[in-house]
């Protein structure tokens, strides 16, 4: 059973940097699609950040050009520098793989605010 244990969230002032890190178990960084998502309070979870076995990135318009995602295999975790936070990047953050389904993790509550 392939699990997710986000982390590196927190309180941030508009404009400041967090490194989020998603850790898994197994071998499903290094052979699977990585995923972040995000959900904001009274919506549902959308699309942050894509990351490929091989290395492509994909990123939703939102977060392009501020968010940047990356993959350690030997540690088996996925992570998401995000850079000129807004406060409307306030969600709870989750990673998953695709190819699944695979159960979803705790998250990371990010909350952007002065």
């Known amino acids: 059973q392939v699990q997710f244990v986000e982390s590196g969230g927190g309180l941030v002032q508009p404009g400041g940097s967090l490194r989020l890190s998603c850790a898994a178990s197994?071998?499903?960084?290094?052979?699977?699609?990585i995923g972040w998502y995000r959900q904001a309070p009274a919506k549902q979870r959308a699309f942050v950040a894509l990351?490929?076995?091989?290395?492509?990135?994909t990123y939703a318009d939102s977060v392009k050009g501020r968010f940047t995602i990356s993959r350690d295999n030997a540690k088996n975790t996925v992570y998401l520098q995000m850079s000129s936070l807004k406060p409307e990047d306030t969600a709870v953050y989750y990673c998953?793989?695709?190819?699944?389904?695979?159960?979803w993790g705790q998250g990371t509550q990010v909350t952007v605010s002065l």
């Open positions: 998953n793989a695709l190819g699944g389904p695979f159960s």
């Open positions: 197994g071998s499903v960084v290094s052979s699977n699609a």
């Open positions: 990351i490929t076995s091989g290395g492509t990135t």
